[in-house]
């Protein structure tokens, strides 16, 4: 195989938990990880010079080993010592710096490409080994669909895949720095925590209703005091009928659960009036058979 190509799936949060900051400093998640349908495209080909070529559609990103691609591509090309190159192109449609894991699921595709392209023959479990050493949501990013997700997020017990829904997916033309988010979040102050087991239990019993009515991010705590149109679009998608809305990761990307598709694109049009909304998609859950 001389070229392939990849897609890099995008991800919300339906909980996220922080249980609590650890001396060294890392804070302790509790999370579960959605899949959704809204992707980048990678394309990889193996080239005779020894070198890694990478280019983006977006102008502002990175194309040399400030990129997850470039680090992924070069981790696995210096450990099997592969002397033939790799020429990598991504067409980028997920939005970027917005808790969705953009840059984790690109990164992530590109070690599944690499490990195809030059038939490395390494597991699921072990491209989420060397994942996780590239970053914390990388390793859910090669595993893909319905998670928990625990530790600092790499300890990942899968689940049965999210109900049949329509999910309103709405990225504000800010962008949320995510350690900014962490280090002003006060994580052993917290009086409230999401009910993360409970939407485990609704996700076992196929139960969107009781999956919507506790979506909850203690990030919000933060990002909501400093965005407050993080709250407008919210309480936006719940008035166009979402059984409920949240933001994923530490934002500013914002999502409706709709259990129709005509509401949830009724929704979406009724967004235009917002102009500060630079990125809106309906996507339905990605789900993976286990």
């Known amino acids: 195989m001389k070229e392939l190509q990849l897609r890099g799936y995008g991800k919300i949060n339906l909980g996220l938990d922080v249980v609590r900051k650890r001396e060294d400093g890392y804070h302790e998640l509790r999370m579960i990880m959605q899949t959704v349908e809204l992707y ?16 983006v559609n977006l102008s502002f990103l990175p194309t040399n080993k400030n990129n997850l691609i470039y680090k992924a591509a070069e981790l ?6 592969i002397k033939e190159g790799v020429e990598i192109s991504l067409e980028k449609k997920i939005p ?3 808790g969705m894991a953009g840059g984790s699921t690109d990164c992530a595709a590109t070690l599944v490409g690499m490990n195809r392209l ?11 080994e060397y994942g996780v050493t590239l970053g914390a949501d990388v390793p859910y990013c090669v595993m893909r669909g319905t998670a928990l997700s625990e530790g600092i997020g790499e300890i990942l017990t899968p689940l049965p895949p999210m109900p049949d829904c329509y999910i309103l997916l709405a990225k504000p033309g800010i962008s949320v720095s995510t350690k900014y988010v962490y280090q002003n979040l006060r994580a052993n102050e917290l009086e409230h925590h999401p009910d993360i087991d409970g939407i485990v239990d609704a996700i076992k019993n196929d139960d969107l209703q009781g999956i919507c009515d506790r979506l909850e991010n203690v990030l919000e705590t933060v990002t909501c005091k400093d965005y407050p149109m993080i709250e407008e679009i919210k309480q936006y998608m719940r008035d166009a009928g979402a059984i409920n809305s949240l933001m994923s990761g530490s934002g500013p990307t914002i ?9 949830a694109k009724k929704a979406l049009e ?12 309906v996507v339905k859950p990605f789900n993976v058979k286990r």
């Open 40 to 55: 980048d495209v990678i394309t990889m080909k193996v080239i005779p010079e020894d070198e890694i070529r990478l280019s």
């Open 76 to 81: 696995l090309k210096n450990e099997f010592n």
């Open 96 to 98: 970027v710096a917005a």
């Open 118 to 128: 030059f038939n490395l023959k390494l597991s699921k479990k072990q491209l989420m």
């Open 255 to 263: 999502f409706g659960i709709f259990d129709d598709k005509e509401t």
């Open 270 to 281: 009724g967004m235009r009036k917002f102009d500060f909304i630079k990125q809106a998609y």
